[in-house]
């Protein structure tokens, strides 16, 4: 028969505010410097019949590994969700390999650690300019104004650096 509790969950999902994934697919590909379905970006757009709750911190975006063959998406939210996004395979490029900058001085950029496992990121400025590969100072932005200190990154792609794990 008619079961009303289920009836009340259904209508409240219906109503409830989610996640903006087209914004999403934007971010992934700035991210990633490729759109969707081309070399080095995203493989698909997220999945439409995905009803996420909306994160009211910017979620992070990071690689899974140094392979950077999957991004992990994640809302920094208490209780907040995550997701894997396969990315196309990407030749190295020759104007990396020939040393061009990816990384300007001043540029924002995405410093992420990653383990076993796990990614994390963070938005940063660079305080240095360089190509792939090159480490470069780094600075994490923070929320209060006392200055944060100051790092040394590798960068990984252009406008994202990343940490030595321990």
């Given amino acids: 028969m008619f079961n009303a509790s289920a009836l009340i969950v259904l209508l409240m999902a219906a109503g409830a505010p989610v996640q903006d994934l087209a914004a999403l697919d934007d971010r ?7 759109a969707i379905g081309e070399e080095g970006g995203a493989m698909h757009p997220l999945d439409r019949r995905l009803k996420l709750r909306p994160c009211a911190a910017p979620v992070d975006i990071g690689w899974r590994s140094d392979g950077r063959d999957t991004l992990i998406l994640q809302c920094p939210d208490a209780g907040g969700w995550r997701l894997y996004m396969p990315v196309r395979a990407a030749a190295v490029a020759a104007d990396a390999e020939a040393g061009a900058i ?46 944060a200190d100051i790092m040394r990154a590798r960068i990984t792609a252009p406008g994202v650096v990343s940490l030595p794990s321990a």
């Fill in 102 to 147: 990816a990384v300007q001085r001043g540029d924002a950029v995405s410093i992420a650690v990653a383990g076993q496992g796990f990614t994390i990121s963070r938005p940063g400025e660079a305080l240095e300019s360089g190509a792939v590969g090159d480490w470069i100072k780094v600075r994490p932005v923070t929320e209060a104004r006392r200055r």
């Fill in 28 to 34: 992934i590909a700035q991210f990633t410097g490729a």
